[in-house]
């Protein structure tokens, strides 16, 4: 199966991608990928499940009614067995991020590779990947304009995920 969406968000026609990505995480929380990568230059603690009506609450062990962030999410996928890769520049902004899911995911399940080349964006499951011109921040998601395509395709996924085993290694633990 392949299917594939382009958002151009922008704060002027208020199309964000929250949604989509949103969409992808709690299916993650449900069924997680075997290994998960997220690749952006810069990343931060971003917004990423809003659960203020409770509408999420039987994937959260121990749900509230409030907004779960990016780190909070990832570290919820470790613990229903997921495991991710994150590769990031070495940048001092990346470090609340990466101290949050540091503190929060399962012990060995995060590994962290710092690239200071990386310029690539995207969030890659088991069947699916989010890409595009969009890094994983506030002015990312919600300020700049951007291009992000969502496709569902296991093959291209799985191409995604083994070029970026190549080019970055699996990794071996959290390094924040």
């Known amino acids: 199966m392949t299917d594939e969406r382009v958002v151009r968000t922008s704060a002027r026609t208020g199309v964000r991608i929250d949604g989509i990505l949103a969409t992808a995480l709690l299916a993650e929380l449900m069924t997680p990928s075997s290994h998960l990568w997220l690749v952006s230059p810069w990343i931060g603690d971003v917004d990423a499940i809003d659960n203020r009506s409770a509408a999420y609450d039987a994937v959260f062990p121990d749900p509230s009614n409030r907004v779960y962030t ?39 399940s995060v590994s962290v590779i710092k690239a200071e080349d990386v310029h690539e964006k995207t969030l890659c499951g088991e069947d699916w990947l989010i890409t595009g011109s969009m890094n994983f921040t506030y002015r990312g998601m919600a300020v700049n304009d951007e291009a992000v395509s969502y496709r569902i395709d296991p093959a291209t996924a799985a191409h995604a995920r083994l070029d970026f085993e190549r080019r970055f290694g699996a990794g071996t633990g959290a390094a924040p």
Do not use: C, M, Y
Request: proline share 3%.
């Open 70 to 108: 990016l780190a909070e999410v990832l570290a919820g996928i470790t613990h229903a067995g997921g495991r991710l890769s994150v590769v990031t520049r070495p940048d001092k902004f990346n470090s609340v991020f990466l101290a949050r899911l540091d503190r929060q995911a399962i012990t060995g």
